[in-house]
């Protein structure tokens, strides 16, 4: 049987396929980028509509009360909670994920006052040391200082200076995933916290963050969620770190009683005090529609499906002599990988804009990678094998040798 044909067996037998149709997907393109901006969802363009329209345009500002804008962080962090499994009362949607990390280490270093070292692994999503280095020009080397390390020598590197251990769940360069529950109890051993970056994760594969006892952790909502562009991201603290230190952003919709309009700072008791000002409502409306397709969803059968599809990538690259010269990143092994695939090229850049011409949305991360991610919720096997044909004819042609592939825009 050729690719084709063996997709479309695949795609008939997917439990998943009927999700496709909730998603408002141009008929002419493949689209492989929604681990970096989902697509839209159907049901998001109604809401949001309507939000416009009758609740901002009709109800004005009573919309805070009567359309429950002002629970909105909270009511839509208990939507993506089951996703992460979160117990209730541990999430909020709010702000970015920089913004929410800021929040959090600084939450890890009051809780851990005799430590101040933030321990990262080299080549993570960069935002994420970003952020620890404005907190470490803030407070000085005494109260903190970032170290970061390779994959291999984090167990090493894990020592009573380290106060957290930030982590990312799914690398976004090659698509592995390190082992939460392992990363964990090792942080934990050594007296430190442990913080998670989903960003890749939530809702492309199951996280048990309570079942491992994970302390903190960040995620997005534009990319696996489908939030849209911007979207709201989210943050977990673990109950049992509650109320211990106020975290220093500690904005109005944060304070016990924001409408007191008291002189002085009070946090809310609780996940409430990590929100900071006013939400972006309309934003906000965005992502909690989005988030009505994954109820009643098993996160295991999402997975099911990403691994499935990633897998039948990797075996068609593998396949195609044609494809000889791309060395996959990704790992073959199921528990390691994420939901892309990611291969390496001295010509990615090209390649990415040769595959975009031809209709099928990839991404280049810098300075050699064309990444493929594959949403279990409406990418389909067809579209795999689509795109490996696309990437066939571009390599065996050597398309992405014109100028004109190689001009670099301000977003890759
Ligand atoms: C996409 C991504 C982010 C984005 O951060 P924002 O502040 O929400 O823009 C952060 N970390 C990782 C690992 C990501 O993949």
């Not at 392992?182 to 079942?211: F, K, M, N, Q």
């Not at 911007?230 to 509650?242: C, E, K, N, S, V």
Request: contains cysteine; hydrophobic residues 45%; charged residues 20%.
């Amino acid at each position: 049987m050729n690719r084709r044909d063996e997709a479309t067996r695949l795609d008939s037998h997917d439990p998943l396929r009927a999700m496709r149709d909730a998603f408002a997907l141009p008929q002419d393109r493949v689209y492989l980028d929604g681990n970096s901006l989902g697509a839209l969802p159907r049901c998001v363009s109604e809401r949001v509509r309507a939000v416009v329209d009758q609740q901002w345009g009709r109800d004005l500002i009573t919309s805070w009360n009567v359309h429950g804008w002002v629970n909105l962080p909270l009511s839509v962090g208990e939507k993506i909670a089951p996703l992460i499994g979160a117990a209730p009362g541990q999430v909020v949607c709010c702000d970015s994920i920089s913004v929410n990390l800021f929040k959090l280490l600084a939450t890890a270093l009051g809780l851990r006052p005799s430590r101040r070292v933030v321990l990262t692994c080299a080549g993570d999503f960069p935002t994420d040391a970003y952020m620890g280095q404005g907190l470490h020009s803030l407070l000085g080397a005494e109260r903190c200082e970032m170290r970061a390390v390779g994959v291999g020598e984090l167990a090493d590197a894990l020592d009573e200076t380290v106060a957290v251990l930030m982590m990312t769940e799914v690398d976004f360069r090659s698509g592995r995933r390190h082992d939460m529950r392992e990363l964990t109890a090792a942080a934990h051993a050594c007296g430190a916290l442990v913080l998670w970056d989903l960003a890749h994760s939530a809702g492309a594969l199951p996280v048990d963050l309570d079942d491992c006892g994970v302390d903190m952790a960040v995620g997005c909502g534009y990319k696996f969620l489908n939030g849209g562009p911007g979207a709201p991201a989210f943050l977990y603290l673990a109950q049992r770190h509650h109320n211990q230190v106020t975290q220093p952003l500690s904005g109005w919709f944060g304070h016990a009683a924001p409408f007191a309009f008291d002189p002085d700072y009070r946090a809310a008791p609780g996940i409430s005090a990590y929100q900071a000002g006013t939400p972006g409502v309309i934003g906000m409306q965005a992502l909690d529609a989005a988030l009505d397709l994954f109820t009643g969803l098993e996160p295991a059968s999402l997975r099911r499906k990403s691994l499935a599809l990633t897998g039948f990538f990797m075996e068609g690259v593998a396949a195609d002599p044609a494809l000889a010269a791309m060395e996959v990143l990704t790992p073959t092994e199921e528990a390691r990988r994420g939901s892309q695939v990611s291969l390496r090229h001295p010509e990615a850049h090209a390649i990415a804009q040769c595959l975009i011409a031809a209709g099928v949305i990839v991404d280049f991360r810098d300075p050699d990678i064309v990444r493929f991610g594959f949403a279990p919720l409406y990418n389909s096997f067809t579209d795999a094998a689509i795109a490996l044909q696309c990437l066939s004819t571009v390599l065996s042609a050597g398309a992405y040798a014109n100028e004109r592939y190689r001009q670099r825009a301000q977003v890759t």
